[in-house]
């Protein structure tokens, strides 16, 4: 399963952008790049991917290296909904998530 | 907007009991998933199914799992001798197709075995 590495929590404000960071130095040329969320109690939640071209939709956008190696994913104006746990995820096709501890974002009202 | 269904919420069971977990995937979606979450822990991969059949599953998904999909809208989890280690948060989750596709979370059926 190919690995990412992310920092274990970070903290930002309420109304100011997030950017998460996501290291994947042994990505494939077919690995997607994912993320998730999981709220308090909740299950996962799709955010975003993506393969080579930076992404935006309406949760967040994603941007990929030139080199595919690392990503960030950034909460353009962050919420205390957006309190959550991110996983940063490389996915093939159908295949099973692999989770890893992902990121706790704190976000300070 | 669409979402994946669990029932029940919570479940509470005799340690040797069996139990089915039950979920309804999202309706156009071909492959299914469960995964599991233990209290403080990391989300596990449990099972992927698709075309009515097993297509991957790990290493704590042993005899006494099993999955099936009876009738073309449900989706279950087995466990068919629960152990005390078995209580987690199971989670089902559904993809549409095999490219570059999201998957769907259920909210999770809280297994406690007591």
């Known amino acids: 399963d190919a690995k990412t590495t992310q920092p274990n929590s970070m903290e930002s404000n309420e109304e100011e952008p997030v950017h998460l960071p996501c290291n994947h130095s042994?990505?494939?040329?077919?690995?997607?790049i994912h993320w998730y969320r999981q709220l308090p109690s909740q299950g996962p939640e799709y955010v975003i991917h993506?393969?080579?071209s930076n992404v935006n939709n309406r949760m967040a956008s994603l941007a990929i290296a030139e080199d595919r190696k690392s990503s960030t994913l950034i909460l353009h104006r962050a919420t205390l909904r957006d309190a959550a746990v991110y996983y940063c995820?490389?996915?093939?096709?159908?295949?099973?998530?692999?989770f890893g501890q992902g990121t706790r974002l704190t976000i300070n009202p | 907007e669409p979402e994946v269904t669990q029932t029940p919420s919570h479940q509470v069971t005799q340690m040797g009991q069996e139990v089915i977990l039950r979920c309804v995937p999202i309706?156009?979606?071909?492959?299914f998933y469960w995964y599991r979450q233990i209290l403080g822990q990391k989300v596990e991969f449990l099972v992927s199914?698709?075309?009515?059949?097993?297509?991957?599953k790990s290493e704590i998904f042993d005899d006494q799992f099993s999955v099936e999909r009876p009738d073309g809208s449900n989706f279950t989890l087995k466990i068919r001798s629960t152990k005390l280690e078995d209580s987690a948060m199971y989670f089902c989750?559904?993809?549409?197709?095999?490219?570059?596709?999201?998957?769907?979370f259920g909210q999770g059926t809280r297994l406690t075995v007591v």
């Open positions: 199914f698709y075309n009515n059949e097993i297509s991957e």
């Open positions: 989750a559904s993809s549409e197709a095999l490219w570059n596709t999201e998957a769907f």
């Open positions: 993506g393969l080579t």
């Open positions: 042994t990505i494939s040329g077919t690995d997607y």
């Open positions: 309706s156009n979606h071909l492959y």
């Open positions: 995820i490389l996915r093939q096709g159908a295949q099973k998530l692999v």
